[in-house]
């Protein structure tokens, strides 16, 4: 009950948030939308299937370039750039995930992470095509079809922006719960706990598996094109492994055992990262510190805290 009054609390402070006048606030929590969406995908992964990637970030930052490469042909439309960045993944998905979820555990992990580095070395390498280091340009996108060439940046941002990556994270949301509560996800719990004996039960592990992995990068995927948009630019670093590993932070530290868990858990890490920026020079050492406490002493995350009592995944 007070998860449920505290979701519909917090679901009202996002909406009313851009009409309390407060942009930087506002654009601070953009972020957190795309990372919530990429989040969901790696929880079907990690909360579902027991598949720990550490290189999820290459599908957020194909999603970005996804983006980038599109504005930079002249194609302006946010939807767009969102399917494309969504088939473009499962494209590149499945043939990564026949490899990697044949592997389990630690093996799983370091497959994704060499992938993942992979992808970052050639965003960071080949110039010509990537922009290198510098990255590439990300130009204005077009919402439903409406350009909103007459607001400035932060208005765009803070407005129509806004509530449109609020929605694409309803949506996403509502896709991902109708998926974990399907037979499909029920069968990837079962794979979690025991897959010899889903195996047994006629459920091909490899095979869920590999869905499993396919649906986390479309999801990682689409939160990355939301990711760069606010920016202006997506760069190599987003594929970098040090991304991946604060997208493992962001799981754990809203809990992987909720479903809302990773949702909270990217909108907590953003504020706290901003309020630790501003307090010390050494805010890199101060949040680490923090965000190991909180995975040694509470490892069900916030939202264990919030709901101890909480059925996993539910």
């Known amino acids: 009950m007070i998860v449920r009054v505290l979701g519909v609390a917090a ?9 309390a006048g407060v942009p930087y606030t506002t654009t601070l929590l953009l972020p957190a ?16 299937a027991g598949l720990l990637s550490f290189g999820h970030a290459l599908f957020v930052a194909l999603g970005g370039y996804t983006a980038a490469v599109l504005t930079g ?20 998905a499945l043939p990564i995930g026949i490899l990697c979820v044949r592997y389990v555990k630690i093996y799983f992990g370091v497959l994704t992470l060499a992938f993942g580095m992979l992808f970052y070395s050639f965003l960071f390498k080949f110039y010509t095509l990537t922009g290198g280091d510098e990255g590439m340009r990300v130009i204005r996108p077009v919402l439903l079809g409406q350009p909103l060439a007459q607001l400035d940046k932060v208005a765009f941002l803070t407005g129509p922006f806004y509530y449109y990556a609020l929605g694409v994270v309803i949506v ?24 010899a004996k889903a195996e047994s039960l006629g459920i091909s592990v490899h095979r869920y598996r590999l869905a499993a992995f396919v649906v986390a990068a479309v999801f990682g995927a689409v939160g990355g094109v939301l990711l760069v948009v606010p920016t202006g630019l997506a760069d ?14 962001m799981l754990l530290l809203g809990g992987f ?23 010390t020079a050494y805010w890199r ?8 406490v909180v995975v040694l ?10 709901d101890p009592r909480r059925s996993p995944a539910s």
């Open 11 to 19: 679901a009202a402070a996002l909406v009313l948030l851009p009409l």
């Open 33 to 48: 939308f795309g990372y919530a969406i990429a989040l969901l995908g790696l929880n079907l992964l990690f909360g579902g």
């Open 73 to 92: 042909l002249g194609v302006r439309s946010l939807e767009i750039m969102l399917a494309a960045a969504a088939v473009i993944a499962a494209s590149v």
């Open 172 to 195: 996403a949301a509502f896709v991902m719960r109708r998926l974990v509560t399907s037979p499909f996800g029920l069968s990837l719990h079962c794979i979690r706990e025991n897959p």
């Open 236 to 249: 190599p670093l987003l594929a970098y492994w040090t991304h991946s590993g604060n997208l493992v932070f």
């Open 257 to 279: 055992e909720h479903f809302l868990g990773p949702v909270l858990g990217a909108v907590v890490f953003i504020l706290l990262q901003d309020a630790v920026m501003s307090l």
């Open 285 to 292: 050492f101060v949040f680490g510190a923090i965000l190991a």
């Open 297 to 306: 002493f509470f490892p069900r995350g916030l939202m264990g805290l919030l």
